[in-house]
Antibody
Framework: QVQLKESGPGLVQPSQTLSLTCTVSGFSLTSNSVHWVRQPPGKGLEWVGAIWSGGSTDYNSALKSRLSISRDTSKSQVFLKMNSLQTEDTAIYFC??????WGQGTLVTVSS | DIQMTQSPSSLPASLGDRVTITCRASQDIGNYLRWFQQKPGKSPRLMIYGATNLAAGVPSRFSGSRSGSDYSLTISSLESEDMADYYCLQSKESPNTFGAGTKLELK
């Protein structure tokens, strides 16, 4: 069955780089898109970006200068890298398969 | 970027009520509109896709509709398990954009 699981550091210092991994199973990355969505504590959902089946990417306009999404199809993994992190980037980060299947999310706290 | 204006932000309702949540798109998005339900501490759950199509496993009391640039999610008879936050999402263009959310709570 389709599964996605996010993993990452949990705590990141301000101005540092966030690296998250979404490990998927039950489907092929070369045939499906994977999106990242984040949610600050107590707030709404924000679309972060996506990697499409062909490998192209799209990003949130406000984040695109700091954001990179890539993948390793052989490992069934999608990667999110965001630099120059600030406290406002504190959020639960979710990955999902075309919005139909979601991971459990991983909390990222930006703090010194 | 396409803006999605969602209303109301909070909706007190009683069990058995018929409730409607609306999103208005700032540009044409066709039927590229999804609705999600999110309960505390949980991941979002897809409820409606293509503006009017019920996702797998979603109870038939949920429905989606469109009138011009206004998109609605309706629950025909509210049940206790429906108390949650609801979000719309447009995926017509990148960047995709969510509405600000509606908190559905018991009156």
């Amino acid at each position: 069955q389709v599964q996605l699981k996010e993993s990452g550091p949990g705590l990141v210092q301000p101005s540092q780089t966030l690296s998250l991994t979404c490990t998927v199973s039950g489907f092929s990355l070369t045939s499906n898109s994977v999106h990242w969505v984040r949610q600050p504590p107590g707030k709404g959902l924000e679309w972060v970006g996506a990697i499409w089946s062909g490998g192209s990417t799209d990003y949130n306009s406000a984040l695109k200068s700091r954001l990179s999404i890539s993948r390793d199809t052989s490992k069934s993994q999608v990667f999110l890298k965001m630099n120059s992190l600030q406290t406002e980037d504190t959020a639960i980060y979710f990955c999902n398969k075309a919005f139909a299947y979601w991971g459990q999310g991983t909390l990222v706290t930006v703090s010194s | 970027d396409i803006q999605m204006t969602q209303s109301p932000s909070s909706l007190p309702a009683s069990l058995g009520d018929r409730v409607t949540i609306t999103c208005r798109a700032s540009q044409d998005i066709g039927n590229y509109l999804r609705w999600f339900q999110q309960k505390p501490g949980k991941s979002p759950r897809l409820m409606i896709y293509g503006a009017t199509n019920l996702a797998a496993g979603v109870p038939s009391r949920f429905s989606g509709s469109r009138s011009g640039s206004d998109y609605s999610l309706t629950i025909s008879s509210l049940e206790s398990e429906d108390m949650a936050d609801y979000y719309c999402l447009q995926s017509k263009e990148s960047p995709n954009t969510f509405g600000a959310g509606t908190k559905l709570e018991l009156k």
